[in-house]
């Protein structure tokens, strides 16, 4: 089994402390997901062939900061691919934009820390959650329109699209982070776990 993270991260943005912060994110997936997870940086993404599943990863950095020509690229790259998608933070709003919705900038303005979400749907990617969990965030930007097919999975007071699924693509999406889950919010993990699961890499939540 094969797992890609795919760093939506520009290159000019990747100093060390964010290439390691990018390395704890792929150790991450890797002890969920309990199969090896290979990185690539978008801009050098020219297949996705051969992936169990791919993970797009959040960004730092503002849209503003990337190139366009790199991000439709990137575009034309997964949706040519077949196989299940998780979209984190950015990663998800790129999913959006590569299906024709829209993203604005975040009318509070940055959201950052951990704070609470509403389930709306309780089975797919959030099976077995409570109806509130806290997760963490980390955004200045957010899905403003859904594309056609798609569906809201959990909102939250400061944003209205914070989970979706797009089961005809096989596309899941989370505004926050899972993969940032720790003790006291653990709620991440079993997100990471119901999208293995629904990925068929691992049958931890069946």
């Not at 990747?14 to 090896?36: D, F, I, K, M, N």
């Not at 949706?79 to 024709?100: E, H, N, S």
């Not at 609470?116 to 963490?136: A, S």
Request: contains cysteine; aromatic residues 8%; negative net charge.
């Amino acid at each position: 089994m094969t797992l890609i993270l795919v760093v939506t991260e520009h290159s000019r943005a990747l100093p060390l402390e964010r290439l390691e912060h990018y390395e704890t994110v792929r150790g991450r997936l890797e002890s969920v997901a309990a199969v090896p997870v290979t990185t690539v940086q978008y801009e050098e993404v020219e297949s996705l062939d051969g992936a169990d599943a791919v993970v797009l990863s959040g960004s730092f950095a503002p849209w503003a900061s990337h190139s366009p020509e790199a991000i439709e690229r990137l575009g034309e790259v997964v949706r040519r691919y077949d196989g299940p998608v998780l979209g984190i933070c950015a990663g998800m709003q790129l999913q959006a934009r590569f299906a024709g919705g829209t993203i604005r900038h975040s009318p509070g303005g940055l959201v950052t820390g951990y704070a609470d979400v509403d389930v709306v749907e309780h089975d797919d990617l959030l099976r077995g959650l409570p109806p509130r969990i806290n997760v963490y965030q980390h955004h200045g930007d957010e899905i403003e329109e859904l594309p056609e097919g798609f569906r809201v999975l959990a909102r939250s007071a400061t944003c209205a699209i914070e989970a979706f699924v797009e089961p005809g693509r096989r596309w899941w999406g989370t505004q926050f982070h899972p993969e940032a889950f720790s003790a006291e919010s653990p709620a991440g993990e079993r997100v990471l776990q119901n999208f293995f699961a629904l990925a068929l890499l691992n049958d931890a939540t069946r």
